[in-house]
């Protein structure tokens, strides 16, 4: 038996025959469907007074499955409307989960996962809906590789990020920091700590002692950084800030997720569009 979605021609044999006195049972073995199929459209689309119209019918199954693939939560409209608006304002759905406990305290009814606010936004693009394209990564393309090969060439004497001391890794204690330049368009600048005329190393080397000249040194343990040329000056870095420098394997974002992530948002509010960089 079929278990695709009732067609607008099957809904017309159903209401015909439910005119001509026929029972679920008779009406599925004559569409091929089972009475249990019939009897949930019936008690789904039958109106309040119990009619069955093969049009409205049709009408109210296409509306609740474009509104619908909704997590349960969505329903209560309150939630729904602020996380619609909170989304166009570029909010994450990290932001939402998180900020909505702190919102409405004595509101049980505003929560929700940010599994669930996921699950909404793809069955809202599904259907054609506009929502995904708030996300912050909504445009972002995966790069395809054709290569293992690291192209930028080799910084001399590096540490790797699986020399790390544990407490960088579980972040158990202050003082363990991540570092990256941004780049946008070409004649346009970058902002990130500090304003980098260039990515020159020793440019970066000076931005970043300069940003963390108010840091206790106390707190200044690591710092990990991806394999841009412009952290060759790592060892001159490391004497001036007094910690060890670490450097995540190449291609691997996600090994300084805070960072990207804090990037991001700075590419968010403050969008310079691509040009020179800055130290973070």
Request: proline share 5%.
């Amino acid at each position: 038996m079929s278990h695709e979605h009732l067609t607008i021609e099957e809904r017309e044999v159903i209401a015909k025959m439910i005119f001509a006195g026929y029972n679920n049972t008779e009406i599925a073995k004559q569409l091929n469907r089972s009475p249990s199929t019939i009897g949930r459209e019936l008690k789904r689309n039958q109106d309040s007074r119990k009619k069955y119209s093969a049009s409205k019918a049709d009408r109210k199954s296409k509306r609740r499955r474009k509104e619908g693939k909704l997590p349960w939560r969505l329903g209560y409209g309150p939630l729904k409307e602020f996380v619609i608006d909170k989304l166009k304002e570029k909010w994450s759905p990290e932001q939402l989960a998180g900020q909505l406990p702190i919102l409405f305290p004595a509101n049980r009814k505003m929560r929700i996962s940010i599994e669930s606010i996921y699950a909404w936004i793809r069955g809202n693009k599904s259907v054609g809906g506009p929502m995904y394209k708030h996300l912050r990564q909504a445009g972002k393309k995966r790069r395809k590789r054709y290569g293992t090969g690291e192209s930028r060439g080799q910084i001399a004497n590096r540490k790797l990020l699986q020399q790390r001391p544990a407490s960088a890794n579980n972040r158990t204690r202050f003082g363990h920091w991540e570092s990256d330049t941004v780049e946008g368009k070409k004649g346009t600048g970058y902002l990130v700590a500090s304003y980098l005329p260039d990515k020159k190393s020793e440019t970066l080397n000076s931005e970043t002692v300069r940003a963390f000249s108010t840091i206790p040194s106390e707190l200044v343990r690591t710092l990990t950084t991806d394999n841009g040329k412009e952290f060759a000056g790592h060892e001159s870095l490391e004497k001036s800030l007094q910690c060890s420098i670490y450097f995540a394997d190449p291609h691997s974002p996600w090994q300084r997720g805070q960072n990207e992530n804090t990037n991001g948002l700075l590419r968010q509010y403050w969008s310079s569009p691509k040009g020179a960089t800055s130290a973070n």
